[in-house]
C-alpha cells in the first residue's frame, strides 16, 4: 500500500473526532456502537458522535487503510463488524498523539499549565 | 402503574425514532449504504436501546435526534463526495475524447442559443407583451355590427358604455391618426395615438423623463401638450437632454412636449407621439362615425371577459333601441388584451417555438447517439463493473452527472451565443419594434436552465436504457457490438428521428420562404418594380374634414421643367396600394350584400400601378363633386354582384354611414390580391374628387431615371405642397421590403433553425455510417480482397444509409404535411402541401446524405484484409 510510504505527519492534524476514534481502536478491536461509547466515556460524554458521522469516518479510514475490519474475536456478536488499527493507522494515530504532546509540553513550558508532579 | 405507563410510552416512543432513523439511512448514497447500512443501523439502534434504558423522555429524544442528524448529515456529505467524483470523472473522460465531447458541447450549445432566442421572443411577444402587472385584466373593446366583426368605436357610444357597464373600473379610449409636426422649418409624418390620459397608466406606462399626461391636459383652456416615444426621441431628437418643454407645431398646433414614454409595439405599432383624446371629441361627436376609436378597460377583479361581454351586449341592445339609425343591429366585441395583443404573433411564436423544441429534441437525440457510441467503447468496462457487483444506478449517476455537467457547460455557451444572436438580430431589423426590445432577461435563463436540466437528465436516462441490458458474455464475445444490445441499430433508430425532424423543419421553412419572400412581394403590388410613392398630409388631416386635395396638375407643372416624365397618381391612402376600408356593396334594387374593400383613386391610379380596365372606362377628370358619384369594381366583385364582368348599365349601393350612396359603376378593373384580411375580398374604386379622405399618397412610375426622378418629385412636391408633411419618396420595392421585414427576419430564423437541424441530423448520419462502416470493416476488406470494385462498396454504404434516411424523409414529409394544415391561417398564398417544396427538400437531403455518407464509404474503400490481420493479430 502507497500509503505506508507517506510521512505520517504528513496527515496530521487530524480532525478531533478521527483521532478520537483512532484513539478508541489503539486499544484492540471494536465494532461501531463500542467505539462510540469508548470516546463518549472517555471524554466523559463531552464528545458524542452520531452514528451516521462515526460511519463516514469508518468509510475514510478504510479507504485509506488507517484501520481494517477483522473478523469478530470469539464470543463477540456475530452480526457486528469489528474495525482495528493497521500499522499505517497506529503510526499517524502516534504522530498525532506527539503533536498534541509537544503542544502540551509547550503550554507547561509557558506555564499555561502546571509541572506534572515526578 | 406509572412506571408501566412510562415504559410503554418509551417503547412506542423507541419504535418510532427507530422508524424515522431508519427511513433516513436510505438517503445515504447506494455504495455507501450497500457497505454500512446494516451495522450503521445496528449502530443507531444500540443507541436508542441504551438511552432508553434511562428510563427518559428526554435523553431517548435527545440520542434519537443526534442519530438522525449524523445520518442526514453523512447522507448530503457524501453524496457531495459522490458528485465530485462524477464530475472529477467526467473531466478525466473529456479530456481523454476531445473530439466527441466537443460535438456534444456543441450541440447542445446550439440547442440552449437556439433556445434562449426563441424563448426571449416567447417572453417578449407574448408573456409580456405589454408593461402593464394585470394584463390579465384589461380587455381591448370594440363594436360590431352584421357582416363586420370588428369596427371601431363612435365616440358617443363610449361615453354611453362608460356610465352604464359596471364590470370596469377604469376606462380608456384611443386612435391612431397620421398629424404633420414641425420642428423649426423641417416637416414630420408622425403617427399620433390620441388617447385618455388613463391609457397610460392602465397600460404601466412610466415617462423616462419629464412627465406623463394628466387630465388636466384635456382642459381646451391649457396649453396643448404631447409626449414623444423612446424610438422617437432617439430617432428625430438625438435623446436631447433638453426635450422637456420644447415647442413643436403638431398639424399648425402649437404645442409643448412634456415627456417621453416607452413604445408599445404590440398595442401601438408605430406611433410616435401621444396627445390627449378630449381635445378632439367635438370632432367625434357624431355617432354614425367610427372613426378609428378603440376601447380599453379595466376589468373588476371578480369580473371575466365573457361576463362584461354580457353585459355591453346588453348595452348595446339598449343603444340601439334608443339610437336606431346610428346603433341598430350593433353590438360589443370584448376581447382579453393578452390575445388581442398576441393575434398576429401567437402563429409565428408557435412556429418558431416548434422549431426550437425540434432542434432541441435533433440535438438530444444527437447527444443520446453519442453518448451510446461512448457507452459502446465503454461497453466491456461498464459490464465488468457490473458482473463485480457496481450498482447500475451507480453507472447510471455516473452517465447523469457527465450528461448533466456537459449540458450545463453548453448552457453557458449557448446563452452567451444565444444573446450574440439577439444582438444581431436586434441590429439587423432595428425597424421592428418588437424586435428591438427583445433582450435575455432572468426567467429565460431560468428557463433555459430548467431546460438544460431536464434535456441532460432525459438524454442520461435514454443512454443508461441501453446499459441495463449490458452482458458480460455477450461484451467479452463481441466488443465492437457491446453486448446483446445493437447500439448501432438504435443509433440509426435515433438518427431516422433526427432526419424526420429535420426534413420537417426544412419543408415547414421552405412553405414560409415561398409565400412570404417568393409569392406575397409579387402579388401586393402590381407592377412594385419602377414605381414610385410618396405620402403626403396637406391640410388638418381630421378624418372627418373634406380635407386633402390632390395637386396632380401644379406637381406636373413642376416636373415639367426637370427632365423626368411619367404617370402621376393618387390614392387616399397611406401606401400605394393599400385599400383599407371595407363596406357593404349591394346592386340597387336587390338586398344581397357583399363586403368590399374600397379606396379613392384619381384618374389613371390603376394604369400606374399596373391594374388594366377589364371593361368600361377609368375615371376621368369630369368625375367631380358635381357630377353622378360613379365607381370601378374588380373582376371578383363585378362576378359576385352582376355575374359577369361586362360593365353595363348598373347601379350599386354603398352603406357607409347613416345614408346609401347610389354609384354608377363605369369601369371594371383586374382583381388584385392586396387584403390582408381576405385575399380574395373584392374591391371597389372611387373618385377622389368624389370621396376626399386624410390621407394621401401619390404614385409615380416615371420614364427615366429612378434616382433622378425621385429627387425631382420630392422637390417639385416640396414646391406644390409648401409647409406640409411630405414623407420620404421610396421605391415601391422599399416599401414591400419594409412591409416584408418582419416575415423575412421570420423566415430567416426559421431557415437557420431548419439549416442547423439539417446540420445536426447530417453530422448523425456521417456518425451511424462511420459505426458501420467500422464495425464491417472485415467484411469490406474481405471484398477489396476479392476484388470488389469502389463503386460496388460507395453505393453499399450509401444503400445503408438511405435506407434510413428515406424512412425518416418519409415521415418528415407527413409530420410536414400535418403542421403545414395547422399553419395555412398564416401562410395563405402556398398549399401546405406544396409539391415543388416537398421535391426540392426532398433533393436537397438525399444529395447532402450522399455527399456526407461518401467519406466513410471511401473509408471502406480502403480497408485492407492485411491491416485487419495484423491489428487483430
Known amino acids: 500500500m502507497s500509503k505506508t510510504q507517506m510521512d505520517p505527519r504528513d496527515n496530521l492534524p487530524l480532525t478531533p473526532q478521527l483521532f478520537h476514534v483512532l484513539l478508541a481502536l489503539a486499544g484492540g478491536e471494536l465494532h461501531g456502537y463500542a467505539i462510540l461509547k469508548d470516546i463518549a466515556d472517555r471524554t466523559e460524554g463531552q464528545l458524542q458522535l452520531g452514528p451516521g458521522t462515526l460511519y463516514g469516518i469508518i468509510k475514510r479510514l478504510l479507504q485509506d487503510g488507517w484501520i481494517e475490519e477483522t473478523d469478530s474475536p470469539g464470543g463477540a456478536d456475530s452480526r457486528r463488524r469489528y474495525y482495528r488499527l493497521t500499522a499505517d493507522g497506529r503510526k499517524i494515530a502516534l504522530a498525532e498523539a506527539q503533536r498534541l504532546e509537544s503542544l502540551v509540553s509547550s503550554a507547561r513550558s509557558r506555564r499555561l499549565l502546571r509541572p506534572v508532579k515526578a | 402503574m406509572k412506571g408501566a405507563v412510562d415504559l410503554k410510552a418509551l417503547s412506542f416512543l423507541e419504535t418510532s425514532f427507530v422508524r424515522v432513523i431508519r427511513h433516513c439511512l436510505e438517503w445515504l448514497p447506494f455504495d455507501f449504504r450497500r457497505e454500512f447500512h446494516a451495522d450503521l443501523e445496528q449502530t443507531a439502534l444500540d443507541e436508542i436501546a441504551e438511552s432508553k434504558s434511562h428510563r427518559s423522555v428526554a435523553v431517548l429524544t435527545r440520542t434519537a435526534w443526534r442519530s438522525a442528524v449524523s445520518v442526514i448529515t ?125 391609457l397610460l397608466s392602465i397600460l404601466g406606462l412610466q415617462p423616462l423623463t419629464g412627465r406623463s399626461l394628466i387630465p388636466e391636459d384635456e382642459a381646451l383652456s391649457s396649453f396643448p401638450t404631447l409626449l414623444i416615444t423612446d424610438s422617437f426621441w432617439r430617432a428625430r431628437f438625438g435623446r436631447a437632454d433638453d426635450i422637456v418643454g420644447r415647442a413643436v407645431q403638431l398639424n399648425g398646433v402649437s404645442s409643448t412636449i412634456v415627456g417621453v414614454v416607452p413604445d408599445v409595439p404590440m398595442l401601438l405599432p408605430g406611433v410616435q407621439v401621444w396627445t390627449p383624446l378630449a381635445r378632439r371629441a367635438s370632432s367625434l361627436a357624431d355617432r354614425s362615425q367610427h372613426l378609428g376609436l378603440w376601447v380599453i378597460g379595466r376589468l373588476r377583479p371578480e369580473w371575466t371577459p365573457e361576463m362584461a361581454s354580457a353585459e355591453f351586449r346588453q348595452v348595446a341592445e339598449a343603444l340601439g333601441r334608443e339610437h336606431p339609425l346610428t346603433n341598430r343591429g350593433n ?64 453507472l447510471a449517476r455516473q452517465i447523469a452527472t457527465e450528461s448533466l455537467a456537459l449540458s450545463t457547460i453548453s448552457l453557458v455557451c449557448g446563452a452567451g451565443l444565444g444573446y450574440a444572436a439577439l444582438v444581431l438580430i436586434r441590429w439587423n431589423s432595428a425597424e421592428i419594434a418588437e424586435i428591438r426590445s427583445l433582450d435575455v432577461g432572468a426567467w429565460v435563463l431560468g428557463a433555459s436552465f430548467a431546460l438544460s436540466i431536464v434535456i441532460g437528465l432525459a438524454t442520461a436516462i435514454w443512454s443508461t436504457r441501453f446499459g441495463r441490458r449490458l452482458d458480460l458474455y455477450g461484451v467479452l464475445q463481441d466488443p465492437e457490438a457491446g453486448g446483446r444490445p445493437t447500439p448501432l441499430r438504435l443509433r440509426s433508430w435515433l438518427t431516422t428521428c433526427q432526419v424526420a425532424l429535420a426534413s420537417c423543419l426544412l419543408i415547414l421553412a421552405g412553405l414560409f420562404a415561398k409565400a412570404y419572400l417568393l409569392v406575397e412581394p409579387q402579388t401586393s403590388i402590381v407592377r412594385p418594380e419602377g414605381l414610385l410613392a410618396v405620402t403626403v398630409q396637406t391640410e388638418a388631416g381630421t378624418p372627418g374634414r373634406p380635407g386633402t386635395v390632390h395637386r396632380i396638375d401644379e406637381i406636373e407643372r413642376e416636373l415639367g421643367s426637370t427632365p423626368t416624365r411619367g404617370n402621376l397618381a393618387a390614392i387616399a391612402s397611406r401606401e400605394p396600394h393599400v385599400l383599407g376600408r371595407q363596406i357593404a356593396v349591394s346592386l340597387s334594387g336587390r338586398e344581397e350584400q357583399e363586403w368590399a374593400e374600397v379606396a379613392s383613386v384619381t384618374p389613371g391610379y390603376l394604369r400606374t400601378v399596373g391594374l388594366s380596365i377589364r371593361s368600361g372606362r377609368d375615371f376621368q377628370l369630369a368625375d367631380d363633386s358635381n357630377s353622378r358619384p360613379v365607381a370601378i369594381v374588380d373582376d371578383v366583385l363585378a362576378r359576385r354582384l352582376f355575374g359577369g364582368t361586362e360593365v353595363g348599365p348598373r347601379s350599386l349601393r354603398i352603406t357607409a354611414g347613416i345614408k346609401p350612396v347610389e354609384l354608377e359603376v363605369v369601369g371594371v378593373t383586374t382583381h388584385f390580391n392586396a387584403s390582408a384580411v381576405d385575399p380574395q375580398m373584392g374591391q371597389l374604386y372611387l373618385p377622389l374628387t368624389q370621396n376626399p379622405t386624410p390621407d394621401l399618397t401619390y404614385v409615380f412610375r416615371p420614364q427615366s431615371a429612378l434616382e433622378q426622378a425621385r429627387v425631382d418629385l420630392r422637390s417639385a412636391l416640396v414646391k406644390s405642397h409648401p409647409g406640409s408633411g411630405i414623407g420620404p419618396v421610396e421605391t415601391a420595392t422599399e416599401i414591400l421590403n419594409r412591409r416584408n421585414a418582419p416575415r423575412v427576419l421570420a423566415v430567416g430564423v426559421l431557415g437557420v433553425f431548419a439549416a442547423l437541424s439539417w446540420v445536426l441530423a447530417l453530422a448523425g448520419i456521417y456518425g451511424v455510417a462511420s459505426s458501420w462502416v467500422a464495425g464491417h470493416s472485415r467484411d469490406f476488406a474481405l471484398r477489396n480482397a476479392v476484388g470488389a470494385r469502389p463503386r460496388q462498396l460507395v453505393w453499399f454504404v450509401w444503400r445503408q444509409c438511405l435506407r434510413v434516411t428515406l424512412a425518416g424523409l418519409g415521415a418528415g414529409m407527413i409530420l410536414a404535411s400535418a403542421l403545414g394544415l395547422l399553419i395555412r391561417t398564416i401562410v395563405v398564398d402556398v398549399s401546405p402541401m406544396d409539391l415543388t417544396t416537398f421535391l426540392w427538400v426532398g433533393g436537397s437531403v438525399v444529395a447532402t446524405v450522399l455527399a456526407a455518407a461518401y467519406f466513410p464509404a471511401r473509408q471502406a474503400c480502403s480497408a485492407s484484409l492485411m491491416q485487419l490481420m495484423r491489428s487483430t493479430g
Do not use: C, K
Not at chain 2, 417555438?353 to 444527437?366: D, E
Open chain 2, 74 to 198: 453523512t447522507a448530503v456529505h457524501e453524496h457531495w463526495l459522490v458528485l465530485l467524483a462524477d464530475v472529477r470523472s467526467a473531466i478525466a473522460r473529456a479530456r481523454a475524447t476531445p473530439l466527441p465531447t466537443a460535438a456534444i458541447v456543441l450541440t447542445f450549445t446550439i440547442a440552449f442559443s437556439i433556445n434562449t432566442v426563441v424563448l426571449s421572443a416567447v417572453d417578449r411577444l407574448f408573456w409580456n407583451p405589454l408593461p402593464a402587472a394585470d394584463i390579465e385584466r384589461l380587455a381591448f373593446i370594440h363594436e360590431t355590427s352584421a357582416g363586420l366583426q370588428r369596427m371601431s368605436v363612435a365616440y358617443p357610444n363610449y361615453l354611453d358604455w362608460r356610465e352604464r357597464v359596471r364590470g370596469m373600473d377604469a376606462w380608456s379610449a384611443y386612435r391612431m391618426v397620421p398629424m404633420t409636426m414641425n420642428v423649426g422649418p423641417a416637416a414630420d409624418r408622425v403617427s399620433v395615438a390620441q388617447a385618455d390620459p388613463m
Open chain 2, 331 to 394: 353590438s360589443v366585441g370584448v376581447v382579453a388584451m393578452r390575445q388581442h395583443v398576441t393575434a398576429e404573433t401567437r402563429a409565428a411564436i408557435a412556429v418558431l417555438g416548434a422549431a426550437a423544441a425540434g432542434v432541441s429534441l435533433i440535438a438530444a437525440l444527437n447527444v443520446s447517439a453519442l453518448l451510446l457510441a461512448r457507452w459502446q467503447r465503454r461497453s466491456r468496462e461498464a459490464a465488468l463493473r457490473v458482473a463485480l457487483g457496481s450498482s447500475f444506478g451507480r
